[in-house]
């Protein structure tokens, strides 16, 4: 099977412009000024995503100019033209970042495509909608898919439809509740998607309204690498809707972010490298090994006698025998006297035979 995992995904920040800024080419376009700044600061990968939809055909002849159902009156007075779009795309572009769209029929896939933008993602409720899929998938640019509150079959399919066809993806764990609480955000479900997809980046999308630190830490600590979240800006005394975050809050999730990979670490399938303070420490907390009793040269250790002859001692010395390196069968190639530190060179075998061994004793202690 071909490798899904697109570094194009990795660490990859979809910052959404809710409500699709109003519709409103200045507000969106302010909407990127001040995100870009905070994705600048904060030296991390962004895209900034907007939702496009052909409004003409997406609502049904009977029902448009209807005030009375939110979705309709929503898209009606958020509607762009493509011009605008593709301003708000070069905007994006020149900023720094990635642009994105989450496309809601066919024609709108290809504006995406139009567009050249680079990633194309599927919203929670567009996961099966095969009509919408198939024309994503004949364009193969790379998708995010949020899962939402689809089923595990749903998702079995829609994984296996852009396998299938070699395409990249990442799927995103998300609650499609907004605003979302501590409570529902089922962050263990990041766990469950990577070891059922372990071929493909695994990501959080987000509508929590509580917190931007602690779920980035809890998140990256599970194995995600792409998260999103709304964002909106407070401005012109338009009200900010309580899903949304704020450039001072997004500044927070970066942040968190760094500091979520600075406590992780990078080691994720072998030992860690072991820094020379820490080593340092350690050995100073170590037991060296001291001679009881006077001790001719031959002597051989044995732990039957062990605790007649030798007392284990803070703190150990330089070039000193510590309880890591005494072994049954080690001779002594000199006397010691009562009192006296067990040295490299009173014994033999590898750590005194050994140049690299024998630098690391004659090197720790005090």
């Keep these: 099977m071909p490798n899904h995992k697109n570094e194009l995904f990795k660490n990859l920040f979809v910052l959404e412009a809710a409500n699709n800024h109003w519709g409103d080419l200045a507000r969106g376009k302010k909407i990127i000024r001040d995100y870009a700044a905070v994705v600048r600061q904060n030296r991390v990968k962004a895209a900034i995503k907007f939702q496009f939809r052909d409004v003409d055909n997406f609502i049904h002849e009977d029902f448009k100019g209807n005030q009375d159902i939110r979705y309709i009156k929503k898209t009606e007075a958020t509607k762009m033209e493509v011009a605008q779009y593709r301003e708000l795309g070069e905007a994006v572009r020149k900023a720094g970042c990635i642009p994105m769209a989450t496309p809601f029929d066919e024609k709108s896939v290809d504006l995406c495509v139009q567009l050249d933008f680079p990633i194309i993602k599927v919203a929670s409720s567009d996961i099966n909608d095969w009509p919408l899929l198939e024309r994503i998938a004949f364009h193969r640019k790379p998708v995010i898919i949020s899962t939402g509150g689809a089923s595990e079959n749903s998702i079995d399919q829609v994984v296996a439809f852009f396998e299938k066809r070699d395409i990249e993806l990442a799927i995103n764990h998300c609650v499609s509740l907004y605003p979302s609480s501590d409570s529902q955000l089922e962050l263990a479900q990041i766990s469950y998607l990577k070891n059922r997809y372990p071929d493909h980046v695994i990501g959080f999308s987000t509508h929590e309204m509580t917190s931007w630190d602690v779920s980035m830490h809890i998140s990256y600590a599970l194995g995600a690498r792409t998260w999103e979240r709304h964002i909106d800006i407070d401005y012109e ?91 049954n069968g080690l001779v002594l190639t000199q006397a010691l006297k009562a009192g006296e530190p067990v040295t490299i060179d009173h014994i033999n075998g590898p750590y005194s035979e050994n140049s690299s061994l024998r630098k690391l004793i004659e090197e720790r202690g005090v």
């Design 237 to 327: 005394n338009v009200p900010v809707a309580p899903y949304c975050s704020l450039p001072e809050q997004v500044d927070t999730w970066f942040k968190a972010f760094h500091k979520s990979k600075e406590m992780l670490g990078t080691a994720y399938s072998e030992r860690r490298s072991i820094a020379d303070p820490e080593v340092r420490y350690l050995d100073a907390l170590v037991r060296g090994v001291y001679a009881k009793q006077d001790l001719e040269v031959g002597y051989e250790f044995s732990s039957a006698t062990f605790e007649r002859d030798f007392q284990l001692a803070v703190p150990l010395r330089r070039g000193q025998i510590s309880t890591r390196e005494i072994n």
